[in-house]
């Protein structure tokens, strides 16, 4: 159990040491992708929820 929790904290310390802080730029382009992902599936319910709503 030891063994394994070492490893695990090796892994996270070995992607720490790899992550880097995003440019404005990319930031911005991801944040954008992931709204407009949210949107999406939030659309996608309330259009779900609302033919339901009608069906009952």
């Known amino acids: ?5 070492k490893e695990f904290l ?3 310390l070995r992607v720490w ?3 880097r ?4 730029k990319e930031f911005k382009v991801t944040s954008k992708v ?3 992902g949210i949107a999406i599936f939030g659309l996608l319910g309330f ?3 609302l033919i ?3 069906l009952r």
Do not use: D, G, Q, W
Request: charged share 20%; proline share 8%.
């Open 21 to 24: 802080k995003p440019e404005p």
């Open 1 to 5: 159990m030891v063994k394994m929790v």
């Open 52 to 54: 339901l709503s009608f």
């Open 47 to 49: 259009a779900i929820a």
């Open 10 to 12: 090796l892994r996270c």
């Open 34 to 36: 992931s709204a407009i």
């Open 17 to 19: 040491r790899i992550t």
